[in-house]
């Protein structure tokens, strides 16, 4: 089994994808990090903890992450996410208080430690804001060239940005950090909004988890469909919401979803396209880029398997 370890703000998506990294039968998730982004990084450990718990899955240790940029003394979560995703981060649906705590060790020394253990057969998926990636390179250099396999859900390549025209929302808040990611040794994959906008989940899917009749089949239902209602608002054209982080933990598992450029990239991380995720043009006839970014996706076969296996795992 794979080893996985998932970086997460946990919100509707994340909680989606913590679901899909417990279902996949090849995984062997080891503990999840907590972001800040759809919400605190406090908030963020809890909901993944709560998650883990519907799902039956308490063996998982939730790690704290960073709770704001290095560049920033404080974090907000912006009014757009508590719409997004609810104030609670998981669409205003009270779960039980969680049975356990988070670790204290942090997570940024939880990864260190674990790229150090496992090295080339560990997979880290961030879904949120790369700020403990970056801070975990920065305090062990080493493990950048020796982690086996990091895809992000971040950034825009081909579509523009949801925050700005050019910054996707995890890039957007930490962009130093992002830029410190895409131009460090690490060979990254970028699952980014070309390919998550294309993925979209809609009531007849959370209709068919609901009809399960289990607490964790009309729990997730009730969580994604606030997820679904609030996409109506604000992206009416797309007819369903997008399936972002779980899309990553998929292409992280199966990178035959997608089809790829493989680029030396950077993150722009001052003026007006701050945040943007582009190629550097200094760098475009560099042998061996290390950005391998997702362009077109096969949405018919993820959504096939998305569904898989979440519905058996709600139905235990
Ligand atoms: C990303 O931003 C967050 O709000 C979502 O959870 C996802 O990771 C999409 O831009
Ligand atoms: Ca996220």
Redesign the pocket.
């Known amino acids: 089994k794979r080893k996985m370890i998932l970086d997460l703000?946990t919100?509707?998506?994340?909680a989606m994808a913590i679901a899909y990294a417990v279902g996949a039968p090849d995984v062997d998730l080891i503990g999840i990090i907590s972001s800040y982004?759809?919400v605190l990084v406090d908030q963020a450990a809890k909901n993944s903890l709560q998650i883990l718990a519907l799902l039956g899955a308490t063996d998982v240790p939730v790690y704290v992450g960073e709770p704001h940029s290095s560049t920033t003394e404080h974090f907000d979560v912006m009014p757009i996410?508590a719409q997004?995703?609810g104030k609670n981060g998981i669409g205003e649906v009270d779960l039980p208080e969680p049975t356990r705590q988070p670790e204290k060790q942090s997570g940024v020394d939880f990864l260190i430690d674990a790229v150090h253990q496992y090295g080339s057969d560990l997979t880290l998926v961030p879904?949120?804001p790369l700020t403990n990636l970056a801070a975990a390179i920065e305090k062990a250099p080493d493990i950048a060239s020796t982690i086996g396999n990091v895809t992000i859900?971040?950034g825009a390549l081909t579509v523009p940005g949801?925050v700005s025209h050019f910054a996707?929302?995890?890039i957007n808040q930490d962009a130093e950090a992002a830029n410190t990611v895409f131009t460090s040794d690490i060979k990254l994959t970028m699952v980014g909004?070309d390919v998550?906008l294309r993925t979209l989940l809609t009531t007849k899917e959370t209709g068919q988890w609901r009809d399960l009749k289990t607490t964790a089949g009309e729990r997730f239902a009730d969580i994604v469909d606030y997820y679904i209602d609030a996409y109506k608002v604000t992206s009416p054209h797309l007819h369903g919401c997008?399936l972002?982080?779980p899309l990553a933990v998929g292409v992280a598992l199966d990178p035959s979803f997608v089809r790829t450029l493989d680029l030396n990239m950077f993150v722009q991380a001052s003026g007006e396209d701050y945040g943007r995720t582009i190629g550097d043009p200094a760098r475009l006839t560099e042998a061996n880029p290390n950005v391998t970014v997702a362009l077109t996706v096969d949405t018919d076969r993820y959504l096939d398997t998305f569904m898989t296996y979440l519905t058996d795992l709600f139905k235990q």
Do not use: F, P, Q, R
Request: net charge negative.
């Open positions: 703000d919100g509707i998506d994340d982004g759809n996410s997004i995703h879904t949120g859900m971040g949801n996707e929302a995890n909004l998550t997008a972002h982080d």
